[in-house]
C-alpha cells in the first residue's frame, strides 16, 4: 500500500524558485501543443543546458536505463500529459530504490488572479478554444489531484505542498508576449481588447515597480521503494 504523509498538505508561502531540484538530479519538462500531435521532452543538464526530444507522438518514453537516477524533477507540463501515469511510471523505472521524485504542477487558476482573467477576456473577444488553452494550464488544481496520480504510479511515502508564489513582469504587454502565448495568435483587434481588459484588472497587482504576478504550484515528492 502507498504510504501517505501526515497532515494533508502544507500550505508554502514564497517566491518562484523557491523549490529546486539538487545537483546532478535529472530535471524534465514537457510541452504538448494542443494544434500539434506530439510530445516535447525537455531535459535540463546541471550546468544549465538543455536538450530537446521530440516526435515521440503522444507518448512518453524517457531515453535512459532502469535505475539511472537517485532523484528525478519535473519542474513543467505533467498536467498536460494525456497519459500522465504513463510519464510517472518512466519516471519510476528511472529512479533507483528509494530514488526520489518531485512534480510540480499549477494549482488553481482561481487562485492564479491574472490567468483567470485573461481566460475570460478571451472567453468574451476571441473564442472559447482560446480560453480553454489557458485554462487547460490549470486542469490538476487541487493538491490530491496530483497525490493520486503519484499513489496510481506505485510511488510511498507521498507528500504534496501548495506553494504560492509572487513573480515580476514590467507591464501586462510583456506578461502577455512570451513565446508561444496563446494571445499571438488572435487577431489584432482582440489582442488591444484583452490588453485593455487586463490593464483594467490589474490595477491592484501594480506598483511603481511593475506587474505583481501571483500564482500557487502543487509540488508533489515521494520515493520508489
Known sequence: MNARAPC???????????????????????????????????????????ETETGRGRGVELPYDDASFARVACRRGLQLLPDRSRALEEMRRVLVRQGEIEVAVRGSIERSPLFAELA????????????????????????????????AA????????VVRTTDRSPSIRAFLSPPGSELGIVPAKVRRRVLADLERASEPWMDRDGLLIRTETIVGRARRV
Open 8 to 50: 494533508g498538505v502544507e500550505e508554502l508561502e514564497g517566491r518562484a524558485g523557491d523549490v529546486s531540484p539538487a545537483d546532478g538530479s535529472l530535471e524534465l519538462a514537457f510541452e504538448v501543443r494542443p494544434r500539434e500531435i506530439g510530445t516535447w521532452l525537455t531535459v535540463l543538464r546541471p550546468t544549465g543546458e538543455t
Open 154 to 161: 506505485a510511488f510511498d511515502e507521498i507528500r504534496v505542498d
Open 120 to 151: 475570460d477576456s478571451l472567453e468574451r473577444h476571441a473564442a472559447v478554444r482560446s480560453a480553454a488553452a489557458v485554462r487547460w494550464l490549470f486542469c490538476m488544481p487541487e493538491p490530491d489531484d496530483l497525490r493520486g496520480v503519484l499513489a
